[in-house]
């Protein structure tokens, strides 16, 4: 199975921040990497696919990028909104595997 | 609009089935794979297993080989998954959610509400 690790776990930040996660896969993935949204109590929201792409209606504060094994999520300008957890996910073969998630947390 | 809708909570015991439906509206229900993920308390989702909803072939993760079951209903447009010889270790969120393909990749934009079954004797 291919293990993904995001890092940090968890991480204080401010509104307005720039927030940066990774996510590392134990092999090669090429771009079939995709970034979730999680709030408590709800169900993962699909922020990116593809490693880059924007999914419709998300805000363009968010983009991802990397391939291969290194893999970036980044939140330009964060809202109040966006205080939840983030997982990676790959879906370039069975098993997919999740990251273990990274919280973002307010200061 | 897609919508999926999951069957509600569930309490089982230890070496008990159970099994949770999902319903799906808004597009043509054989066109689409369903997968089902899970998340345990504090955990990082984990994902089990899907269906092709058209031919209905299934692939399980090894982990949940011979425990897990996914089946669908064409005609209802709603997809099952039963989990049997059920453990504390089981408790759990249950999501349904659609795959959608781009080019040689695939992605979960859709999700059903979640459901949550309890092991406990």
């Known amino acids: 199975d291919i293990q993904m690790t995001q890092s940090p776990s968890s991480l204080s930040a401010s509104v307005g921040d720039r927030v940066t996660i990774t996510c590392r896969a134990s092999?090669?993935?090429?771009?079939?990497l995709n970034w979730y949204q999680q709030k408590p109590g709800k169900a993962p929201k699909l922020l990116i696919y593809a490693a880059s792409s924007l999914q419709s209606g998300v805000p363009s504060r968010f983009s991802g990028s990397g391939s291969g094994t290194d893999f970036t999520l980044t939140i330009r300008s964060l809202q109040p909104e966006d205080f939840a957890t983030y997982y990676c996910q790959q879906s370039y073969s069975s098993p997919w595997t999740f990251g273990q998630g990274t919280k973002v947390e307010i200061k | 609009q897609v919508q999926l809708v999951q069957s509600g909570a569930e309490v089982k015991k230890p070496g008990a089935s159970v099994k949770v439906s999902c319903k799906a509206s808004?597009?043509?229900?054989?066109?689409?794979?369903m997968h089902w993920v899970r998340q345990a308390p504090g955990q990082r989702l984990e994902w089990m297993g899907w269906?092709?909803?058209?031919?209905?072939?299934?692939k399980y993760s090894q982990k949940f080989q011979g425990r897990v079951t996914i089946i669908r209903d064409s005609s209802a447009s709603t997809a099952y998954m039963e989990l049997s010889s059920l453990r504390s270790e089981d408790t759990a969120v249950y999501y349904c959610?659609?795959?959608?393909?781009?080019?040689?990749?695939?992605?979960?934009?859709?999700w059903g509400q979640g459901t949550l079954v309890t092991v406990s004797s």
């Open positions: 959610a659609r795959e959608t393909h781009y080019g040689s990749g695939s992605y979960l934009a859709y």
């Open positions: 269906i092709n909803a058209g031919n209905g072939n299934t």
């Open positions: 092999q090669s993935i090429s771009s079939h």
């Open positions: 808004g597009y043509t229900f054989t066109t689409y794979t």
